[in-house]
Structure formats: structure tokens, C-alpha cells
């Protein structure tokens, strides 16, 4: 399995900015379809955003769509999530996921291989 390791997170106010990133290792990185998830206390993971194994196409969840924008860096082997006018109901802790052989298009938590081990994002009104 791909190794992940997010970064990134922190405490923000409503409004502001935040890029997550996630270095991924361990298997060549074309051969995944990459995502992120979050999850609040009390609340299953959800879906936040994929992007195929060649970057050409993307998924958002609506909640975050417009808002955030997810990219890949194949140099670097890294997934990045672009956070942008940051709400209080985007406090939770992302994930990063990989998906071999992924088309970018999976929003399930049970279609993803590999996760990280997550970054808390705080959003402060």
C-alpha cells in the first residue's frame, strides 16, 4: 500500500485560508486517484474532494465546491487541498485517501486503499 502523510492543518478564522498537503510514498504515485475526507466529533467521514490518477479531471463535494480546490504534484508525489473562505462547519479532522487504479470520481469512504493519519483543521467564527 501507498504510504500518506497529511500536513497543513491549524486554526484559522472564518473567512481565511488553509492548504493541506498529503505526501504520498511507497508506490508510484500515477497509479492512484487521490482524495480528501473529514470527520467532526459525533459525525461519520464524508467526502470532500478526488482528482484522477493524471490530474485531468476533479470531484467536490457541493458543500465545499467553489471554495476549495484540489491538485496533485507528481514531482513531489503530494496532493494538496486549497482551502479558501474557510466556514466554522469546516472544522474537522481531513484525511487524505489513495485509490488504485481510481478514476478521481469515488466519494466513499469504503472504495479508497490507503489513509493517512489526518490533520485537524480549526475554523474560528
Known amino acids: 500500500q501507498v504510504q500518506l502523510v497529511e500536513s497543513g492543518g491549524g486554526l484559522v478564522q472564518a473567512g481565511g485560508s488553509l492548504r493541506l498537503s498529503c505526501a504520498a510514498s511507497?508506490?508510484?504515485?500515477?497509479?492512484?486517484?487521490m482524495g480528501w475526507f473529514r470527520q467532526s466529533p459525533g459525525k461519520e467521514r464524508e467526502f470532500v474532494a478526488a482528482?484522477?490518477?493524471?490530474?485531468?479531471?476533479?470531484n467536490y463535494a457541493d458543500s465545499v465546491k467553489g471554495r476549495f480546490t484540489i491538485s496533485r504534484d507528481y514531482a513531489k508525489t503530494t496532493v494538496y487541498l486549497q482551502m479558501n473562505s474557510l466556514k466554522p462547519e469546516d472544522t474537522a479532522v481531513y484525511y487524505c485517501?489513495?485509490?488504485?487504479w481510481g478514476v478521481g470520481r469515488s466519494v466513499m469512504v469504503s472504495e479508497y486503499d490507503s489513509w493517512g493519519q489526518g490533520t485537524q483543521v480549526t475554523v474560528s467564527s
Open positions: 485517501a489513495a485509490q488504485l
Open positions: 482528482i484522477s490518477r493524471i490530474g485531468s479531471s476533479t
Open positions: 511507497g508506490r508510484p504515485f500515477s497509479n492512484y486517484a
